[in-house]
């Protein structure tokens, strides 16, 4: 079984301001794969970045990284230089697979993100 | 460049009615989901189809069948709806196997059970 946990409902962040969103996993898998997701107020869920458990370097994709500890179970967002249309729910996801190695995912309950003028 | 579909968007029933959801991919993807999102509980899974011809239950099945129509196809019934199934659906695929392949959503169906 695979879980994750996102323990902060809310955060508050000024802009351009950096700010770290929280996870941590919990699995069994040696091989795995961490997604995080934006969810603006409109409802789409956004691809935002992508780490795999053997890659060896923290995953960058413009002004979101994420910090990987493996030996720690974390996964953090980090989303440098905050705008006001970073404003959203944020989830945190991971990638496990069944016995026939396709993917099935996970989702933490979110943490609503406030970026203030 | 539709990605994955949705329909309907918004839905209203009484309780015990019965409902289909919609859902449909254009991007050749083996892995089909469904999701219910409720306040606090982020999003959770109900049934899943690794691939064409397969279905599997998630955390939440209860209440609930899928069928895998084809590849590009994948619907959610609800027999005899309550209002615990009051939620916002959201139907995903994916490429399916190991990888950084993430999933793509669709808008989402919002419904309500009186």
């Known amino acids: 079984a695979q879980k994750i946990t996102q323990t902060q409902p809310g955060m508050f962040v000024q802009e351009k301001e950096a700010v770290t969103l929280d996870c941590t996993y919990d699995t069994s898998d040696q091989s795995y794969g961490l997604f995080w997701y934006k969810q603006p107020s409109s409802g789409e869920m956004i691809f935002l970045i992508y780490?795999?458990?053997?890659?060896?370097q923290n995953a960058t994709e413009g002004r979101y990284s994420l910090n990987f500890q493996k030996a720690r179970k974390s996964a953090n967002l980090v989303i440098s230089a905050s705008q006001l249309g970073d404003s959203a729910m944020y989830f945190c996801a991971m990638r496990g697979v069944n016995s026939g190695g396709y993917q099935k995912v996970t989702f933490g309950t979110g943490t609503k993100l406030q970026v203030i003028p | 460049n539709a990605g994955v579909t949705q329909t309907p968007k918004f839905q209203v029933l009484k309780t015990g009615q019965s409902m289909t959801l919609q859902c449909a991919q254009d991007?050749?993807?083996?892995?089909m989901y469904w999701y219910r999102q409720d306040p606090g509980m982020g999003l959770r899974l109900i049934y899943y189809s690794a691939s064409e011809g397969t279905t599997d239950k998630g955390e939440v099945p209860n209440g609930y069948n899928v069928s895998r129509l084809n590849k590009r196809e994948f619907s959610l019934r609800l027999e005899s709806a309550a209002p615990s199934q009051t939620s916002v659906y959201f139907c995903?695929?994916?490429?399916?196997?190991?990888?950084?392949?993430?999933?793509?959503f669709g808008d989402g169906t919002r419904l309500s059970i009186l």
């Open positions: 991007m050749n993807h083996n892995s």
């Open positions: 780490q795999g458990s053997y890659d060896e």
């Open positions: 995903a695929s994916s490429e399916g196997r190991q990888g950084g392949q993430p999933q793509h």
